[in-house]
């Protein structure tokens, strides 16, 4: 059977824009630095481009429940090499009887080569889910982490070869974008005040009452926010997922807030993941308690707040150069400072808020260019 394609994984497809991104991004980045076309994202939907080509290895018809999945191992086994690339995806154990397992399995045969760019490791529940972790990853061919604690994490793993100190591939956006031409939004006279919400520990199977703290709260500092008649606030749904959405939550805000409809817009979840970026980057700062709402402001240079209801939020904070001034930890800030930090931020004209931002900038090209992963890809 004749292997063919590059195929990249990930969470595609579940109506995330911080996951959608990472297809769009690997697609660019395989013609613009691999020189190579012939790929195609494990998913059947997902981002959607006018300006970059999106191929999907699974079709969109779903013939009979169970069929994306069964195309899945398919495509997996006729395909000569998986990159896993982008987000958080490598902390547990999967089924049995999984696409993602099955790939493990196929590498660990030598049927496959598998590699990952742009990935977290962790964080693992237990001792035998870091063990399963790092016994996949002793054969991948090779590994470029987006944070310095999952880079510290790989080098303990004792790897078969060398792991890399990427960043999260979101920060190859501006390159993407620079030529891009996008819809623009009508001017206001308003501060453009972006806020990305959602929940977490419902979704953890921990307990719920640090979620209800942290999003009373978070319905403080808004509420106080609101009372500048300067500032206009854009609600992004990053997350449409049926089960772990933003739109509830987000829509349950607005109400409470009682927001005239002059004062606020919604800019629901969309396939074209660049025009989201595009949006925020017209905002003059960010609110988010989802990661990669603040990391899409970073990567447009605009300031952001980010709620750490996460270690990983923490970790990329530290690696981007967010001094402690502009640290809220998990709404542990009180109120009063929080809506100070905003305004502030509203009227900051400094281009110096992410110190180690050019540092992530020349890191991010490492997913692509570094010498291991070219060594491996130019032979496709």
């Not at 991004?25 to 630095?33: L, N, R, T």
């Not at 902390?91 to 660990?108: E, N, T, V």
């Not at 990983?312 to 998990?330: F, P, Q």
Request: overall charge positive; some cysteine.
């Amino acid at each position: 059977m004749k292997k063919d394609k590059i195929i990249f994984a990930g969470y595609y497809g579940a109506k995330n824009t911080g996951d959608d991104m990472f297809g769009v991004i690997a697609s660019w980045g395989a013609v613009h630095y691999w020189n190579n076309s012939n790929i195609a994202l494990l998913s059947h939907i997902g981002s959607s481009s006018d300006s970059i080509s999106i191929n999907f290895a699974l079709s969109k018809t779903k013939y009979f429940r169970g069929y994306h999945t069964l195309q899945s191992f398919y495509k997996i086994f006729k395909t000569k090499y998986i990159v896993l690339a982008g987000g958080s995806i490598l902390h547990s154990r999967h089924k049995r009887i999984s696409p993602r397992s099955f790939m493990f399995y196929l590498s660990k045969l030598k049927i496959i080569k598998i590699g990952a760019i742009g990935v977290s490791l962790g964080p693992f529940s237990s001792e035998k889910e870091y063990k399963y972790i790092n016994d996949v990853l002793k054969e991948f061919k090779f590994l470029v982490v987006r944070d310095r604690t999952s880079y510290e994490i790989a080098l303990r793993m004792n790897l078969p070869y060398k792991p890399v100190l990427g960043a999260d591939l979101a920060f190859l956006l501006p390159q993407i974008m620079k030529n891009i031409e996008f819809k623009k939004s009508p001017k206001t006279t308003k501060k453009l005040l972006g806020i990305s919400l959602c929940h977490y520990e419902r979704y953890a199977s921990k307990s719920l009452e640090n979620e209800q703290r942290r999003e009373n709260k978070i319905f403080k500092v808004l509420n106080k926010l609101k009372n500048n008649q300067d500032i206009k606030f854009r609600f992004f749904i990053i997350n449409n997922n049926t089960g772990s959405g933003d739109e509830k939550l987000t829509n349950y805000m607005i109400k409470s807030l009682q927001l005239t409809q002059n004062r606020y817009e919604i800019i629901s979840y969309n396939t074209d993941t660049l025009q989201t970026v595009n949006y925020i980057g017209e905002c003059d700062a960010m609110f988010s308690v989802r990661l990669h709402g603040a990391i899409f402001a970073a990567s447009q240079n605009i300031p952001s707040l980010l709620v750490e209801y996460h270690n990983k939020c923490t970790d990329y904070l530290d690696d981007i150069g967010v001094s402690k001034e502009w640290r809220i930890g998990d709404m542990e800030s009180i109120v009063e400072e929080v809506v100070s930090k905003i305004h502030l931020l509203l009227n900051m004209k400094s281009n110096n808020f992410y110190v180690k931002r050019n540092n992530l900038l020349l890191a991010v090209k490492k997913n692509f260019l570094d010498k291991r992963v070219l060594e491996e890809i130019i032979e496709i």
